[in-house]
């Protein structure tokens, strides 16, 4: 239990840690369209995750089974909290005490950053629930974390291959016709989104859905942190006092989990 434990919880915190550094990756082919990028990362997807199906010997489980940056980024926010109530609802997952308090101090924290933002974040909260609902299908299913995560991406590879044939006839597409370090790049964001989301399918597995939820934060801060202090943006108060709450939420939860693993923590406290 403590193995299967600590296991996800590596491969859950690697892959926000990777989600978090990724907008570097992405600042470099800022010269490619988003809706190409979008569209090389599915296909390279699907075939590095063929590749390693091919290595592993797993396709016999094969054949059984824009300028909205802010509020994309508060996605991102309000997603861990969808991730904890799905956890709850769905999977029957408690929070104990302080636990408890941590969802407090990270609901007020993302809160406040709502009502700063000024208006109802409609495409966050789209974000935030599609992917939390991603998330608790990919834990919930019997598939493994790379077939699972194979078939969802080739049911969108289809559409996004016939995007890019129509750009190249049309000589309109990024892809061998700008440099090979943009091609290079291109074929690279495969991996570089298969391998965050094999290590989330993986570590969603093995550790509670509201601990993934936390954890999540994870990424958000890194991209902020990379666009303060690598590309000069702005930290304002309010991402001050959010952030704040929510790492001071994060803090207190990894520590109360650990004390129950631990056993550190007396009876009655555990019972929250």
Known sequence: MVDKTTSGTVTTIS???????????WKILRHVPATQILAHRVIWSLVFLAILLSIHRRWREVKIFTDQIVECSLGY???????????????????YRWQMLSLILALTGVLFLILQYGRLPWIALVLAFTFGTYGLLRKTSRAGSMVGLFFDTAVLAPVFLTYLIILASHESGAFLSIDPKTDILLMGSGIVTAVPLLLFA???????????????????TGQLLIGVLLYGEPFTSTHAVSFG????????????????????????????
């Open 15 to 25: 892959a926000f840690l990777l989600w978090g550094f990724f907008p570097i990756y």
């Open 77 to 95: 926010f309000i997603n861990p909290l969808v991730n904890i109530f799905l956890g709850m609802v769905f999977l029957r997952e408690r929070l």
């Open 202 to 220: 993986h570590g969603a597995r093995r550790i509670q859905y509201s601990a993934v939820g936390f954890f999540q934060y994870i990424a958000p």
């Open 245 to 272: 709450l929510v790492w001071t939420a994060i803090v207190i939860y990894s520590y109360s989990t650990f004390a129950l693993y631990k056993g550190s923590l007396p009876p009655s406290k555990k019972e929250g």
